[in-house]
């Protein structure tokens, strides 16, 4: 095994548990019997598409860096081929072609964060410079990721080590418990920290174990989509639990409990509209505990009321979850297509 990173590793994280090398972090806890106990969880054989149309929400409402998808046809030379007859060239063919490519953003909609999303400055080697790294002491520049300018102002990215594609390779299926917090809390802006989750899940009766992962349903996805892609920022700031990274009982619970991701219908997981205080270090606290420390990747914009009502219906909160990513080399999210078979 190489040495670590790091001298010292952030107060908290697992860095170097799971290998000084390790690009998975709590992923690595979704092995072959998270996979078994998820197949357990299949009685019916009925799957539900946890996705939201990738256009959707629609505009640049949620993140004005986000644009939403744009298709276009390929082309070559003057010719799109977009309904496009062979016969253009070759006279005697009948074929008709067509083929397309997309502009997106990677975490516009439905997603998955990799580690590569969200690093902080952070002196590992302890000798009183801080500098970016990222999950299990990944240097940004040096290790991970790479901006290069290229000709006519174009930026390239590419992430070298904890890209999405690791999560793609690793394959995330496995057992996921559902948390219905639309039936605790309403499907209203609730701020739920660890006193309010424990009730939600005794109140459900969820039982999360280590391996699994969580995803929790807030609402926000099932307006968004009622929106039709005209999405309303006033009623958007009131709709949907967030859970609040700055509660450190509840960060402490997430180390605890050894759950592997954690994925929601909303945006972002974590409360963003705090009032930061003076000293304040870290505006996304849950993302800095998840996808830092932990190596604990977050899914956003999931869309899950209909498998909620079908779980609720038959008294149930666990289920087979098959959610790879994109296997896109050196992407930092990526849209996602999760399948939950019951
Ligand atoms: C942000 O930049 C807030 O990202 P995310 O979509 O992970 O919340």
């Known amino acids: 095994m190489n040495q670590p990173r790091w ?4 107060e908290g994280s697992n860095w170097g548990d ?3 090398d390790d690009q998975l972090g709590r992923v690595n806890l979704i092995g072959s019997e998270q996979v078994l106990k998820g197949v357990k969880e299949v009685h019916e054989g009925i799957t539900f598409c946890l996705s939201l149309p990738l256009d959707i929400p629609g505009g640049k409402v949620l993140n004005p860096r986000r644009s939403p998808p744009r298709l276009s046809p390929t082309a070559l030379g003057d010719d799109l081929y977009i309904n496009f007859p062979l016969a253009t060239h070759t006279p005697t063919l009948r074929d008709v072609i067509s ?14 964060d990799s580690l590569a999303h969200v690093g902080a400055l952070f002196d590992g080697d302890d000798d009183g410079k801080p500098e970016c790294r990222y999950y299990n002491g990944f240097l940004a520049e040096q290790d991970v990721l790479n901006l290069s300018q290229k000709p006519h102002q174009q930026h390239d990215s ?7 594609e690791t999560l793609a390779v690793h394959g995330m299926q496995g057992r996921a418990v559902l948390v219905d917090l639309v039936r605790v809390f309403g499907g209203g802006r609730t701020l739920v920290g660890y006193a309010a989750l424990m009730d ?7 039982v999360v174990e280590r391996g699994d992962m969580l995803v929790l349903r807030t609402g926000f996805a099932e307006a968004l989509l009622d929106m039709q892609g005209s999405p309303q920022p006033d009623v958007l700031k009131n ?8 509660d450190q009982a509840l960060l402490e619970w997430i180390t605890e409990s050894g759950i592997a991701a954690i994925c929601a219908d909303n945006y972002a997981v974590e409360n963003l509209d705090r009032e930061l205080a003076p000293d304040c270090c870290s505006k996304l606290p849950l993302h800095h505990h998840c996808l830092f420390k932990l190596g604990l990747p977050l899914a956003e914009l999931w869309y899950l009321k209909d498998l909620a009502e079908w779980l609720h219906s038959r008294g149930r909160t666990r289920f087979l979850l098959t959610a790879p990513p994109l296997r896109l ?14």
């Open 200 to 206: 939600a899940l005794e109140h459900l009766d969820v």
């Open 329 to 342: 080399p050196g992407a930092i999210g990526s849209p996602v297509t999760p399948v939950a078979t019951v």
């Open 18 to 20: 799971f290998g000084s």
């Open 7 to 10: 001298k010292k590793r952030p």
């Open 99 to 112: 083929d397309d490519q997309v502009h997106i953003s990677l975490q516009y909609s439905t997603q998955w």
């Open 239 to 246: 709709t949907g639990a967030v859970l609040d990274g700055s």
């Open 158 to 164: 590419y992430a070298q080590r904890l890209g999405v």
